[in-house]
């Protein structure tokens, strides 16, 4: 059964980068046709997507975020990370990694359980 | 964007009874080469991530209980849950998939009365 968990950091200082890892279990991320996800949530409020990459190396950036956000992936160990820079208290959220099962524009069947990342000095 | 509005904020409901939240979009999510409409419901509970209820708009996803209902087409789409449980306290939200960037209507609270 595939299962994703984030790793991380849980306080980054205001300006500098957050950097989020998700480790992929009971599956590989180079599956053909999967593609993998960064959604976030501040505390208390709506679901946000952030990021999604594919298989083949694809990715996809929510315009609001773009110039700030880097989705990779590590095929090595099985796992995907996210960067963003430039961090402010806004960035403060839950942050989740999830799979789309064939293609970005799908709903997204497993989730990790989630990281806390607070900005703060 | 397409922007994903639900309706109610919040809503109370007995044990057994219907609940209903509605979920309308700012643009159609129905793709027709397909005839598919690109919009999902998830479940979240405090402290949980969000739980794939529906997609496709009325496909239930394996596993989930068949009091869980999803119906509507284009723009306007219903949540239905049929006979209110205990356990169904909790966030829903709809989000769409046809256009990038996938977007989430901003959530539905469901209290047990």
């Known amino acids: 059964q595939l299962q994703l968990q984030e790793s991380g950091p849980g306080l980054v200082k205001p300006s500098e980068t957050l950097s989020l890892t998700c480790t992929v279990s009971?599956?590989?991320?180079?599956?053909?046709?999967?593609?993998w996800g960064w959604f976030r949530q501040p505390p208390g409020k709506g679901l946000e997507w952030v990021a999604t990459i594919s298989y083949s190396g694809s990715t996809y950036y929510n315009p609001s975020l773009e110039s700030r956000v880097t989705i990779a992936t590590d095929t090595s160990k099985n796992q995907f990370s996210l960067e963003v820079s430039s961090v402010t208290a806004a960035d403060t959220a839950v942050y989740y990694c999830?799979?789309?099962?064939?293609?970005?524009?799908?709903?997204?069947?497993?989730w990790g359980q989630g990281t806390l990342v607070t900005v703060s000095s | 964007d397409i922007v994903m509005t639900q309706s109610p904020d919040s809503l109370a409901v007995s044990l057994g009874e219907r609940a209903t939240i509605n979920c309308k979009s700012s643009?159609?999510?129905?793709?027709?080469?397909?005839?598919?409409?690109?919009l999902a419901w998830y479940q979240q509970k405090p402290g949980q991530p969000p739980k794939l209820l529906i997609f496709w708009a009325s496909t239930r996803e394996p596993g989930v209980p068949d009091r869980f209902s999803g119906s509507g087409s284009g723009a306007d789409f219903t949540l239905t849950i049929s006979s209110l449980q205990a356990e169904d306290a909790a966030l829903y939200y709809c989000q769409q998939y046809y256009g990038l960037p996938l977007t989430f209507g901003q959530g539905t609270r469901l209290d047990i009365k």
């Open positions: 643009q159609s999510v129905f793709y027709s080469p397909n005839n598919k409409d690109y």
């Open positions: 999830a799979r789309h099962p064939y293609n970005i524009y799908e709903f997204s069947r497993n």
């Open positions: 009971g599956g590989s991320i180079s599956t053909t046709h999967y593609h």
